[in-house]
């Protein structure tokens, strides 16, 4: 019997664990992986909302939290009180909003709020049992939520998953924010990930009684530095109120407030993304 190479310990050899999962990934036609270089960015509430933008539009959407020790996903969906079901071939994932959902956290049968207390390679391989254990089934688009910055998920994401279409960069306006994602970029270039575009968040603060956008952050540095790096920028959206309380309610915006200038904003950015999708 060949030894397993992937450090999950469950799969009958490494040839049969390759086997799985590139099947099981073949079944899906884009995979997307939002990253960013800082924490506190709002990456989780952009990969939440991406996705169920897109499940809006009639795709066949799953959204995979790879924030094993931050999972967030489930909460702004309001998933967080429940619990992923097995059977003997695997994960079935939560559904709402015509979407497929699996976080770690919804994987957990006791206290949810039990810290995961995990090295790298225990993180690789239950990153790989995930994306080959899920019943995903055909999708249009796999969204993965990344934790902030450089490490071990995304590094084994980007080594198991090599046929991504590409990664978002979750930035905001200031420069503590953009020299992280410069790295993040160099990052995806070292591991030949595409880089899909820029995203600035908190970009401006949309009044919610005129609507106006006012600069609280400052504006631009986005931009800038995705043209600085020659990758495409994706669009800004600006802080609103009900976005934070979407998150915390798990009414994800896009959903509920598509009036809105952040919803708008925020549907620019998907159109953008689209485009960059079909041109790589």
Known sequence: MAECNSECGSCESAETCDL???????AIKHKIMV??????????????????????????????????????VPTMLGLQKITLNTDETGIIPAEIHNL??????????????????WR??????????????????????????????????????????????????????????????????????????????????MSGFACPDCAKVIDVFGSGGGENMANEKNVPFLGRIPIDPDFAAACDTGRP?????????AAQAFSKAVDELMKQIKKN
């Open 253 to 261: 915006f896009i959903y509920h407030s598509q009036h809105k200038p």
């Open 20 to 26: 799985k999962l590139k099947t099981k990934m073949s």
């Open 120 to 201: 790298g390679p225990m993180k690789s391989g239950v990153l790989k049992q995930l994306l080959e254990d899920v019943h995903w089934g055909e999708l249009d688009y796999l969204i993965m939520d990344f934790p902030p910055g450089t490490g071990d998920e995304a590094l084994s994401a980007c080594q198991l998953v090599t046929d991504a279409d590409g990664g978002i960069i979750v930035t905001t306006p200031q420069e503590v924010s953009l020299s992280d994602c410069r790295r993040c970029i160099s990052f995806c270039r070292k591991l030949d990930l595409p880089v899909l575009g820029v995203l600035e968040n």
């Open 100 to 117: 497929k959902v699996v976080s770690i956290s919804l994987l957990l049968p006791e206290n949810k709020d039990d810290a995961i207390i």
């Open 35 to 72: 990253l960013s270089g800082k924490g506190g960015v709002g990456k989780s509430s952009i990969s939440v909302n991406l996705a169920v933008a897109l499940a809006m539009d009639g795709m066949k959407v799953g959204l995979l939290d790879i924030d094993f020790h931050g999972p967030s």
